[in-house]
């Protein structure tokens, strides 16, 4: 994924930048950076963040840097921001989102005299240089900034700060947010709507989709008006999303409690266990929520170790992340031994973490393991956000079980059938993972409950991982 946040200021803005920047951790695990402009021009540090916290390797870099505009991103992959020199003059630039059409864009490049691409480590190039690219072709950057958008396949959010301000750009589709805070003397813009509350800004507004925006330290201008159709994406509310942010108006932690109660209302009393818990910390609220609606008390009988160990650090490698995944949980004998516990998570991707969870909940004691996914089954592969680390949609635990029983190619309209809650192919399916991953019970979210979760137009929500449907 990854998370932006700019400042526009009267006043030196580093410290705001730094602190709006840390608060987008939790939404990428490789890098963060920062540029700013002043009196003595443009400055910049990117740093590797993923064996320690953003905030320790900026620390230094606060002290140094010094300017009035600033944009900065936490980064899943690509080093940014990166400072361009251009036609239209010099800019810092920092982006959001999935290319799926970047060699044929690369190749186009190339054949129009584009002659060379900074090349990062894994041969790729910096996917934020090519939009950068695609930017300067144009000969305004609202021009630019659209025809990016138009070209690229996927998605594509992001800020640009000139000399003079910052341009901001909410992805076509609107899939992920962009929102304006204000105070006296200066405006802000970010992914996260909390992450300026402590900086004494207030919301403003949020950008529409498709919607352009030139912020300064006196005001707020659109440049490109907002589309009417907007597709943001349900796995904001569902995982990604930090639980005081809002988008369109919804809280993420509301919107969980919301959901863990559909989920016990699609129980109906159906199970009968001891205790309900989240798998920390994006299950917690779905849990409470379960609990709050069916009775049953809420426990935590794992905690999460986050000293060392924060949500935002990953390994990119997946035999790591299955260690580090583990060493993060550790049980509370007392209150899993002899228990039956009902377990919440916000999804089962490849389900090689959650097996592991429910073995050692078997191995400490438990009698029961009933899992609740707060989400409808993930079939196909996030075509817009890289939410998922699944390099291939066969690593998802749906669809192996799908190959194993139709084979290979699987024809669209039986593979609809999976995504189906009423249809007997789906119905098999959850039981053969409920056998594969030894849950006592399996029952995951609706699709349709989810969307009532959320509570905003169907139609404005992208639901393409549990349903093929664009």
């Not at 659109?222 to 159709?229: A, D, H, I, M, Q």
């Not at 986050?306 to 990953?314: E, I, Q, V």
């Not at 993060?328 to 009902?342: A, G, N, Q, T, Y």
Request: proline share 5%; charged share 25%.
């Amino acid at each position: 994924m990854g998370g932006l946040f700019g400042v526009a200021s009267k006043k030196d803005c580093i410290l705001e930048l730094f602190y709006g920047v840390d608060y987008h951790s939790h939404l990428g695990t490789r890098r963060g950076g920062m540029a700013a402009h002043g009196k003595e021009g443009f400055c910049r540090a990117i740093h590797n963040i993923e064996n320690s916290p953003f905030r320790t390797k900026f620390e230094r870099d606060v002290e140094e840097m010094k300017g009035n505009l600033g944009i900065g991103c936490i980064s899943d992959y690509e080093p940014q921001p990166l400072l361009i020199q251009s036609h239209l003059g010099s800019f810092a630039i920092a982006t959001v989102g999935k290319i799926n059409n970047l060699d044929d864009i690369l190749d186009n490049a190339y054949r129009e005299g584009h002659s060379h691409f900074q090349e990062m480590s894994g041969g790729m190039i910096n996917a934020t240089e090519l939009v950068a690219s695609l930017i300067c072709r144009k000969s305004s950057f609202a021009e630019g900034i659209r025809y990016a958008q138009e070209t690229i396949d996927g998605s594509l959010t992001m800020l640009i700060m000139t000399k003079g301000g910052i341009y901001a750009a909410r992805d076509l589709m609107g899939r992920t947010p962009l929102v304006v805070g204000r105070k006296e003397g200066a405006y802000c813009i970010s992914f996260e709507s909390f992450a300026y509350i402590n900086l004494g800004y207030s919301d403003y507004r949020e950008l529409g989709p498709g919607e352009i925006a030139y912020i300064t330290p006196e005001g707020v201008e659109t440049v490109l008006p907002p589309g009417e159709k907007m597709k943001i994406c349900s796995f904001l509310w569902v995982y990604y999303g930090y639980p005081t942010s809002s988008y369109e108006g919804v809280n993420v932690e509301a919107m969980r409690y919301r959901c863990g109660s559909m989920l016990a209302k699609r129980d109906c009393g159906t199970v009968h266990p001891d205790i309900v818990a989240g798998v920390p910390d994006s299950g917690v609220a779905h849990a409470i929520g379960y609990s709050n609606e069916s009775g049953i008390p809420y426990a935590r009988p794992f905690i999460k170790y986050t000293p060392t160990w924060p949500r935002s650090f990953m390994p990119q490698n997946q035999s790591q992340r299955n260690l580090i995944a583990r060493m993060k949980l550790i049980p509370v004998r007392e209150l899993i031994e002899d228990k039956k516990l009902l377990l919440i998570d916000d999804s089962i991707v490849r389900g090689t973490q959650l097996r592991e969870t429910t073995e050692f909940l078997y191995k400490s004691g438990a009698k029961e393991v009933h899992v609740r996914p707060a989400c409808p089954p993930l079939v196909y592969g996030c075509k817009y956000l890289n939410f998922s680390r699944t390099k291939s949609e066969l690593e998802l635990i749906t669809r192996r079980v799908i190959r194993e029983k139709e084979g290979e190619n699987c024809p669209k309209e039986v593979l609809e059938e999976y995504t189906d809650p009423d249809s007997c192919r789906y119905a098999q399916m959850i039981e053969a993972i409920r056998q594969e991953q030894n849950f006592t019970t399996l029952r995951y979210h609706r699709l349709d409950d989810l969307l009532a979760s959320i509570g905003i137009e169907p139609c404005k929500v992208c639901t393409y991982c549990f349903n093929g449907k664009e």
